[in-house]
């Protein structure tokens, strides 16, 4: 079993940052997967980062590259999104998910999930 725990969320001022963490804990290996997807009220669920298991490849939505950034320490079994000049379209839960088993941009695709940690952006 995996368990998948993210933290981090808060409130912030438009152009400020926030890193948000996520812990994976259980029968999980280096190789799984890890991703970062966000939810905001009335919309789908859409993709905004991703990280490979052994090499650390990193892939973003397009809309996103170069606003965040997403890492992972193996020590802590902790994956991280570094997010900077936020604004109120940031504004979602953002999730953490780990074992994918298809395309990464798609979250049908993804196995385990945490519960989610609410981002509310101010103007």
């Known amino acids: 079993q995996v368990q998948v725990e993210e933290s981090g969320g808060g409130l912030v001022q438009a152009g400020g940052s926030l890193r948000l963490s996520c812990t994976v804990t259980?029968?999980?290996?280096?190789?799984?997967?890890r991703s970062w997807f966000r939810q905001a009220p009335g919309k789908e669920r859409e993709f905004v980062a991703a990280?490979?298991?052994?090499?650390?490849?990193?892939y973003y939505a397009d809309s996103l590259e170069g606003q965040f950034a997403i890492s992972f320490d193996n020590a802590k079994r902790t994956v991280y999104l570094q997010m900077n000049s936020l604004t109120p379209e940031d504004t979602a839960i953002y999730y953490c998910?780990?074992?994918?088993?298809?395309?990464?941009?798609?979250?049908?695709?993804?196995?385990?999930w945490g519960q989610g940690t609410q981002v509310t952006v101010s103007s």
């Open positions: 998910a780990t074992f994918n088993s298809g395309q990464y941009y798609q979250a049908q695709d993804w196995l385990y």
């Open positions: 259980g029968r999980t290996t280096r190789t799984y997967w």
């Open positions: 990280i490979s298991g052994n090499d650390e490849r990193t």
